[in-house]
């Protein structure tokens, strides 16, 4: 292409505190804009139709963060608030780009020799260490993508700024080359296999154009709204892009494309070298693996994380802290299939009643022959999300598979995260104890806060729902009554709310400790609890389960209703009636692992 047609038109002294700030108000408001449109673009690594609203939560989170800041903060401070905002807030991996983007401008800042502000070469340093810095936090670089407009964006910049003389470099100049060098990399990287523009590199463009704009309009006076001219630019480039681009399939053709079934992230407390060993664990089991953070001098931070990956259980962190632990269903397969999980080792090998997670079969008895929805993407915007609270590790996967956002370990923040996450204006909310009921309604009163100030803008927010469930059993039967359900056109919440109820209510459930879940105790509880129009009965093994508690509660199941036998193979109690009983109910084992209780029976 031809040379850039650069002009100055003025010199600021640095990129400061102020124009930090305006900059990410700027550039918010731009991803608020544009969600829909990067959305759209949005095949790689998986068509999720998520990368705008991705990238505009990553933003909002900053935002946040900078607002609690004191008016005199630095440029040093500034920064650093607006990266560690990012890394909180980051959703997906475009979200964790962005946010790794926003900490290697921050860690300039704070070598910069001026704590006031960057001069044109620490500009040019901030840019190239963002290109490095994003390419080095993805497991697996794909070009073509927003790296790669990460990398051009620094090369213009740093043509830039050694123009010599004639064209003294000042940061407004320094940002104009960088996204001119932007718009160019999107430009020649379109089409490649993943759309007709990468979303993530088109979000990157974004957020440069609006450094430009916000440079060059410092002199401009503050009230009002910010002209912005290289980003509205920006905008009408990629909306021609999409509109003269050829039709493309779900990204099949792009080089490393996502194969994981599973999204998965969290926030971790955790030292840089416990960080780096959890990359290289989740490069072992997945794809589109990020590990982001922000260490202190001693090595101690928090970092975002995020894998896509068929085992979600094995992402979880063996040292650290974790919270905000959030995993998603990404893969379009049918909540009902055939179950390829390992046998219980208690258990006949080889039988279909012998495997330890039979959530399928669990949802095609309950759904009674009725036909089964398919979860998909992108997802409605009208859509009705579902979050789902758990303490138990164990059923993760088959929460998610249903179609809900599960968070383990609920807490208000990961709560209210997953709600962003689902990006439906009604979310109905699953809780499983008591603890997780007071951090949904203490979600629900934040976000309905952050919605009464979004209508004063014209914006909208999200209302929660809070479900009448108490333990897990509860949520696994509520969240199967709801899957597909609100993703019908016409979903009302308040019927899938009483649909979620209705089935919390049918099961009866008793929760076993010590003592009395001991395997012969379980097997007594369960033949005194039966009744005859019982269908399934549902066991979930805690962390301190005995390894038979399966198979006696399955013995005691086979036996005639209110009768007792002696489970390791006294005296029979007649045949006929247990084989009635056993027509009748079906025996589900779980291996949940929840830290309490050791055994949750459910009768339904």
Known sequence: MGPRAISDPGPVPRLDAAALRRWLALAASVAERSRNLVDSLNVFPIPDADTGTNVLLTL??????????????????TSRAIADGAIRG??????????????????????????????????VHALDRMAASTWAAVSRPVTGTLLTVAADAASAARDALAAGPERPATPVLIATAAALGAQESVVETGGLGHGPVDAGGAALMLLLTSLADTLDTAALPAPGPVPSPATDVSLQMLTDLVAGAPHQGAGAQ????????????YLLEATSAQASRLRTALERIGDSVGVVGTPDALGVGLFQVHV???????????????????????????????????????LEVGGGDGRVVSFERLAARR??????????????ASRVGVIACTRAPGL???????????VLDPRREGITRAAGDLGADEVIVLPCDDDA???????????????????????????????????EAQVLAATVALAGQGEREGAQIGDLARRAWRAAAH??????????????????????????????????????????????????????????????????????GAADSADAVEVIVLAGDQPTPDVLLAFE
């Open 367 to 380: 759904s009674a022959g009725g036909p089964v929805p398919r979860p998909f993407h992108p997802r409605p």
């Open 396 to 406: 993760i996967e088959q929460l998610a598979r249903a179609g809900a956002a599960v």
């Open 254 to 265: 792009a080089e490393g494309v996502s194969t994981g079934e599973f999204e998965v992230m």
């Open 308 to 346: 896509h990956t068929d085992t979600p259980r094995a992402a979880l962190p063996r040292v650290g802290r974790a919270r905000q632990i959030c995993v998603h269903h990404l893969a379009p397969t049918p909540l009902i299939a055939e179950a390829d999980e390992p046998p219980a080792p208690w």
């Open 507 to 576: 099961v009866r459930t008793t929760a076993l400790n010590g003592a009395a879940a001991e395997p012969d105790a379980v097997a007594r509880v369960v033949a005194a609890s039966l009744r005859a129009d019982d269908e399934i009965l549902t066991v979930i093994l805690g962390r301190s389960a005995l390894p038979d508690v399966g198979f006696m509660a399955r013995e005691a199941a086979e036996r005639p209703t209110g009768t007792v036998a002696d489970p390791y193979g006294g005296e029979d109690d007649g045949g006929a």
């Open 60 to 77: 909002r989170s900053a935002l946040d963060a900078v607002g609690l800041l004191p008016p005199g903060a630095d440029a040093v401070q």
């Open 90 to 123: 980051a959703r997906g991996n475009s979200g964790l780009l962005v946010s790794q983007a926003l900490a290697a401008l921050a860690e300039t800042c704070a070598s910069a020799p001026d704590p006031a502000g960057l001069r044109p070469v620490e500009l």
């Open 437 to 471: 009921t007071t951090a949904a309604h203490e979600a629900a009163r934040a976000l309905a806060a952050r919605a009464a100030s979004a209508a004063l803008g014209g914006g909208e927010g999200t209302h929660l729902t809070i479900g009448d469930t108490d333990d």
